[in-house]
């Protein structure tokens, strides 16, 4: 089964220099319907406004990975780790038993667009970390490449839980698909573009629950660039 979720079903908040719009329930926005699916809890999808964003806040329990898709994000934490998030940059951030952190547009005049995905992580108390690697174009381009898993296959960072995020860049008429084995479940989110999810075309910011289906079977339409996640 495959249900849809339109992009301008999400939540949606305007504080100025944030435009966010959320997939799942998140801060002031609740949605029973869906607040998270299996282990995937948030995917907001952020506008920053130059030189504007998140003053230092704590986090627990929790891994979050942020992909940025224009513009760039500067990131300073209270474990003393600080670096800049470009487009085809993902990082992980386990926020294990307690991190503070900042995060800002490293631009004074341009916008910064970028996804930010929490997760469950398998348990709670987990030491804090950062991780984070670069996932060039070509890479992705016509096919799911894994960004995020469990046990850091194929370079991919490391998060603690049963789960894996691919990243593809689709062209009109390119095809990708993954298998799903029995008993997982798939979440598929477009970040911009159109693709179409068995036969069905998705738009940028719409997202999809695949439930005892054995495959996620996408083509390209328009610029697709998507995530998939595979979970348990």
Same mark, same amino acid.
């Given at each position: 089964? =495959? ?5 301008? *079903? ?25 607040? $998270? ?15 504007? $964003? ?30 800049? =998030? ?44 950062? *991780? ?35 990243? $593809?860049?689709?062209t009109k008429g390119e095809k990708a698909s993954l298998e799903l084995a029995k ?9 911009r573009g159109e693709v179409k999810l068995a036969g069905q075309t998705l738009k ?29």
């Amino acid at each position: 089964m =495959i249900t849809v979720r339109k992009a301008h *079903e999400r939540g949606h908040a305007d504080h100025g220099w944030l435009n966010a719009w959320h997939t799942f329930s998140f801060a002031d926005f609740y949605d029973p319907a869906y607040s $998270g699916f299996r282990d995937l809890l948030v995917i907001n999808d952020d506008t920053v406004a130059p030189a504007k $964003g998140f003053p230092t806040h704590g986090h627990r329990d929790m891994e979050i990975v942020t992909y940025v898709l224009d513009g760039a994000i500067e990131h300073k934490d209270s474990l003393g780790t600080g670096s800049v =998030i470009r487009p085809g940059d993902v990082q992980r951030m386990t926020a294990g038993r307690g991190v503070r952190h900042s995060e800002f547009n490293h631009s004074p005049k341009e916008p910064l667009h970028l996804l930010q995905i929490w997760i469950l992580p398998e348990k709670e108390g987990l030491e804090p970390s950062y *991780e984070q690697k670069t996932f060039p174009a070509e890479e992705k381009r016509g096919k799911l490449r894994l960004v995020a898993s469990r046990d850091a296959a194929d370079g991919s960072v490391r998060i603690h839980q049963d789960a894996r995020i691919y990243a $593809g860049l689709l062209t009109k008429g390119e095809k990708a698909s993954l298998e799903l084995a029995k008993g997982r479940f798939s979440w598929v989110h477009v970040a911009r573009g159109e693709v179409k999810l068995a036969g069905q075309t998705l738009k940028a910011g719409d997202g999809a629950a695949l439930t005892n289906e054995r495959a996620v079977e996408l083509e390209g339409v328009d610029g697709g660039e998507v995530l998939v996640f595979d979970l348990a």
